[in-house]
């Protein structure tokens, strides 16, 4: 009876016998300091390892292990406390903690032509512009995105919505690039098709007049004129007016002679052709027929008006024949006057009208 009683006091007084079990020092842990999420990481025990201890691991996102050394995977990004509890075959405890970062897996950006004619590629003409839009490119991350492009020619351009010009013909395959900020990229391509030009040139023939020019010569005397003609000269008229504006200029009557105004007309050309007509008739004609015929209409692929330019004047299609400044002199051989009574010249020259006109051809370029 004593001895119940005995065990009965002690046990009642506390601290008379402690079921606290005995901690562990020196327990550690050995991990990554951080790790991407998705990513395996190894965990293992450290420091103080008690022969036939239990390692039970917590890694802070709800999950957990066992062992001595174990592997996790972490889904999501953020900061994680690690907890490590060691029991050894007497039930000592010990605890290890460690923080570990979980950083964000970057994605790859997705290029996308899709806004440019919806990646099915564009036909131009050469020298002109192509345009390019990679705005339907995207980032899973939202990081903010480079473009570099290659346009198939050899060169190459930047930015989201770049143009370039194509100097060439043929059929390019133009790829974009599209980077983040994490060193990821993706590419996407599509073409171009440079063609050629096609040009309808015709010709026809155009007919100027020029003002008449009114003037005076003097008797013995010349009046020099010049005119400037242009390219594809094909003719060129020349009259001369002139007028007896006196009644003795037709007749004299003291001896009986009909003495009219006498005047020469002279064309000097620069293509070897001068010709030179003189008359008392009041009225001369000069007519130069540069050119017989003019070119046909024509169909010429070029890349640019500027090579069929090129290509119509050294073929022939382009005349210099009678271009440039051609020169007239008109001459007042004779122009008597005579007062019978007296014998005396009155009239020292006359008037005269110049009409000229002169036709050419030009060539109307017309792209098809």
């Known amino acids: 009876m004593r001895k119940a009683l005995a065990i009965a006091i002690l046990v009642m007084f506390p601290g008379c016998l402690d079921t606290t079990p005995e901690e562990l020092e020196g327990i550690e842990i050995l991990a990554p ?24 691991w917590d890694f802070g996102d709800n999950l957990g292990g066992s062992g001595e050394i ?26 290890a903690k460690a923080q570990i970062t979980i950083l964000h897996r970057n994605e790859q950006p997705v290029a996308s032509l899709e806004s ?8 131009i003409k050469v020298n002109s512009l192509a345009f390019f839009d990679g705005g339907s490119s995207s980032d899973p991350d939202g990081d903010v995105l ?30 974009l690039v599209v980077s983040d900020n994490g060193n990821l990229s993706s590419t996407s391509q ?9 040009y309808d040139i015709s010709f026809s023939e155009q007919t100027v007049t020029i003002p008449a020019l009114a003037g005076y010569t003097a008797e013995d005397d010349q009046t020099p004129l010049n005119h400037d003609y242009p390219y594809n000269l094909t003719s060129a ?20 002679t009909l003495r009219p105004d006498d005047f020469s007309l002279s064309v ?22 540069v050119l017989s015929s003019i070119p046909s209409n024509l169909v010429l692929s070029f890349a640019s008006v500027q090579e069929v330019n090129e290509y119509l004047f050294q073929n022939g299609y382009t ?17 008597p006057s005579v007062v019978p009574e007296l014998l005396v010249q009155i009239d020292e020259g006359n008037d005269w009208v110049l009409f000229v006109e002169y036709t050419f051809y030009t060539g109307t370029i017309v792209e098809l």
């Open 116 to 123: 440019t004619y919806g990646g099915k590629g564009q036909t």
């Open 70 to 95: 174990v592997n996790h995977i972490y889904v999501d990004e953020g900061q994680y406390t690690i907890t490590l509890t060691v029991i050894d075959d007497e039930g000592s405890i010990g605890v």
């Open 268 to 289: 000097s050309t620069n293509y070897l052709l001068n010709l030179t007509e003189n008359s008392t008739s009041g009225e001369m004609l000069l007519d130069f027929n």
């Open 237 to 256: 008229s020349y009259r001369l007016e002139w007028s007896e504006d006196e009644d003795a200029d037709s007749e004299d009557s003291l001896l009986g």
């Open 33 to 56: 300091y951080e790790l991407i999420e998705g990513d395996s990481g190894e965990f293992r025990a450290h420091g103080v390892k008690p022969n036939g201890a239990n390692y039970l």
């Open 319 to 335: 005349s210099a024949k009678g271009q440039g400044q051609w020169d007239t002199l008109i001459t007042c051989n004779d122009a």
């Open 190 to 198: 599509t073409w171009v098709l440079v063609r050629i030009r096609t």
């Open 146 to 175: 480079t473009f570099l492009w290659d346009f198939g020619d050899g060169n190459i351009g930047e930015g989201i919505r770049p143009n370039h010009f194509y100097e060439s013909t043929g059929n390019f395959t133009v790829t």
